[in-house]
Structures are given as structure tokens and as C-alpha cells.
């Protein structure tokens, strides 16, 4: 399973950004599917994660404000950012829970990262 993440860029405090995230190659299921974050010299923090049936929890620092939704027939994810902050810069990773094949365990895949730099 490979991850690839876009839709990063520099916006200005206050605008939007829409970050997607594509899988490839084999899959056999995907359980949950989310976003996390990392700011320089911090750790890498939980942004939003929705499940295989649509449960959905977002980061305090973010609600209200991102929205995080998939397409399960193409197995992709995306964030909705809206009333972006200077805070919330940083690189932005997807990552799914899931299996390659039937008989494999579920692990954890990551995609390589966007980086969402917001203005003052």
C-alpha cells in the first residue's frame, strides 16, 4: 500500500486549503483513515481520523474548523481546512490502517507528507 498526500502550499491566515490523499497499489481493506501533523521541533500530533464506518474525531485545535471525509471506492482521504491559523503550519502525513493482502496482519501506512505553511 502506498500513500501519496497533496494539496499543500502557502495560504494567509484565515484561507483554505484542501489536502487529499491517494492509495496505491494492493489493498485488501483499509480500516481507519486519517491526518496528522508535525511542526518544526515538535511531535508529530494527531489532526483528524474517520473509520471504516464513518466515525469521525478531530484534535481539539481543530474543530470546527477542518473537515475530514473518504471515498471508499477509491480509497482516498482528504482534510478540509478552513479559517487556517499560523499555527496550524507544519507538514501534514496521511496514514491508514489496513492490509495488503487477506492473510496479512493490519498495519499502519504513511504517506510522505505536505507541508501547509499559513501567513499572518
Known amino acids: 500500500v502506498q500513500l501519496q498526500a497533496s494539496g499543500g502550499g502557502l495560504v494567509q491566515a484565515g484561507g483554505s486549503l484542501r489536502l487529499s490523499c491517494a492509495t496505491s497499489?494492493?489493498?485488501?481493506?483499509?480500516?481507519?483513515m486519517g491526518w496528522y501533523r508535525q511542526a518544526p521541533g515538535n511531535q508529530r500530533e494527531l489532526v483528524a481520523v474517520i473509520s471504516s464506518g464513518g466515525s469521525i474525531n478531530y484534535a481539539d485545535a481543530v474543530k470546527g474548523r477542518f473537515t475530514i471525509s473518504r471515498d471508499n471506492a477509491k480509497n482516498a482521504v482528504y482534510l478540509e481546512m478552513n479559517s487556517l491559523k499560523p499555527e496550524d503550519t507544519a507538514v501534514y502525513y496521511c496514514k491508514v490502517d489496513g492490509k495488503a493482502v487477506r492473510f496479512a496482519t493490519n498495519r499502519d501506512y504513511w504517506g510522505q507528507g505536505t507541508l501547509v505553511t499559513v501567513s499572518s
Open positions: 497499489g494492493r489493498i485488501f481493506s483499509i480500516n481507519d
